[in-house]
């Protein structure tokens, strides 16, 4: 039997489950005497012949019964605690927690929100960090277009699906953040090695193993023990294209920033690829559909732009939000405010597809808004009126932590980010969008 296995030499258990049935069978003789149970009778006949004589004229005979149920309790939560400490230490010896803080990561995470959170690159990984404090029932929906780096790379030597967004999913997500370094480990020498980041070949190999991509994504995160999940929007291999003003087609997302002129549109090659079936389900089931940060064009829109992928959002009763960039980007959002990102991506999916927009308030410095300058990049606006104008509820908050580089606070943005989901959940009327702007109620 499958029981008997606990006793086995060795186990640094059967010394806590001896002590808490002790401690069971302690406490159960005093719950018996307290309340006069059937045990009496047996108390009744030693004293009559003096063996419990003494104690019973020294101490009151309720206290010692009493005693009993006192150190019964004790023994069983020494007993209990010990057993689970010894699992915990055998199933997970470098565990940077305390017992209590994995107990409440397995039990209350996963009666958190569920959110489906569509994107790709450093954006999503930033907002994924900050989230999975809040809920483990998180769907990363990743675009599988890159094809530049690393991940372009092992697609065109392999045949793989582009592993680079996945890979930065699923380390924001990993409960050891020793782990997620690791698989955002990048090599920069050896013959064939230098400029793959480890995590990409970690899911390349897994991929080989289980001989399937979205298998090996599900092997890799569960290994891992992230907090979530990371699915890729499609299992098709897929090559992201864009229309120019001028009726100019690029093919490639790695090309397309590289291209001047602002973009009408972009497409999928071959057109409207099969979603991952979990996806679809995801998006149902989901309290809230989150769609970025990231790059509007190359990040974002590819996950929307898979079959059957609108449509499902449109039918999904979720509170859908828009995280607006802090920054544009060069060759594609050039000059856009934040109300422009909004009209580009409604224009092409329809409307009522966003009832939220987070957008940052807070400038940076001369000194950082220059080095972005330089490049083509710039601050976007908040224009709040005209994203109110197009029946959209803007939430305008600080929420960039400010280096070197414009990037979102992954714990600012996603406190927020929770806020807004409860607000649309829970408070869906009763309040004017002004109310809503306000930050004191975040």
Same mark, same amino acid.
């Given at each position: ?126 907002? #994924? %960090? !900050?989230? =999975? &404090? ?8 990743? /675009? $599988? ?68 991509? #979205? %298998? !090996?994504? =599900? &092997? ?8 979530? /999940? $990371? ?212």
């Amino acid at each position: 039997m499958k029981f008997l296995k606990w006793f086995y030499l060795g186990m640094g258990i059967k010394r806590w489950i001896f002590l808490t049935f002790t401690g069971i069978f302690i406490f159960a003789i005093g719950i018996l005497l307290l309340f006069n149970g059937p045990i009496n009778h047996l108390i009744d006949t030693l004293l009559a012949y003096g063996i419990m004589l003494k104690v019973s004229k020294e101490i009151p005979l309720h206290l010692f019964f009493a005693l009993f149920f006192i150190v019964g309790l004790v023994l069983i939560m020494i007993g209990i605690w010990g057993w689970m400490r010894s699992i915990l230490t055998a199933v997970k010896p470098e565990s940077e927690n305390s017992l209590v803080d994995i107990v409440y990561q397995q039990r209350n995470l996963k009666k958190g929100l569920k959110i489906v959170v569509m994107g790709g690159g450093t954006g999503l990984s930033t907002l #994924l %960090q !900050g989230l =999975k &404090e809040y809920t483990s029932n998180i769907v990363a929906v990743v /675009t $599988v277009s890159d094809d530049g780096g690393s991940s372009g790379r092992l697609r065109k030597e392999l045949g793989v699906l582009p592993p680079g967004d996945i890979r930065n999913c699923i380390a924001a997500l990993a409960d050891s953040e020793l782990l997620g370094e690791l698989l955002q480990y990048r090599f920069d020498e050896g013959n064939g090695l230098e400029g793959h980041s480890f995590g990409n070949l970690f899911l390349v190999a897994m991929t080989g193993t289980t001989g399937d991509f #979205l %298998q !090996g994504i =599900k &092997e890799s995160s569960r290994v891992l023990a992230i907090r979530g /999940t $990371v699915l890729p929007s499609t299992l098709e291999p897929i090559t992201l294209c864009a229309e120019l003003e001028d009726g100019t087609l690029v093919e490639g997302e790695s090309k397309i920033g590289e291209k001047s002129g602002p973009i009408r549109r972009v497409f999928l090659k071959p057109k409207s690829p099969k979603p991952v079936d979990e996806v679809i389900q995801a998006i149902k089931e989901a309290d809230a559909i989150v769609y970025g940060p990231g790059s509007l064009y190359t990040s974002i829109m590819p996950n929307l732009l898979v079959s059957k992928m609108v449509d499902a959002i449109h039918n999904s009763p979720a509170v859908k939000i828009f995280v607006c960039n802090c920054m544009t980007q060069p060759g594609e959002t050039s000059g856009f405010t934040a109300s422009k990102h909004l009209s580009v991506f409604t224009n092409q999916f329809g409307e009522k597809l966003v009832d939220y927009a987070l957008v940052n308030t807070l400038v940076p410095s001369p000194a950082v808004t220059a080095k972005y300058q330089e490049k083509g990049g710039g601050f976007v606006l908040p224009d709040l009126t005209e994203i109110e104008k197009m029946g959209i509820k803007p939430v305008a908050l600080p929420l960039i932590n400010e280096t070197d580089l414009v990037r979102h606070d992954s714990k600012k943005l996603a406190a927020a980010l929770i806020k807004v989901i409860m607000e649309g959940l829970y408070r869906p009327s009763g309040r004017t969008d002004n109310q809503l702007l306000e930050p004191a109620r975040f």
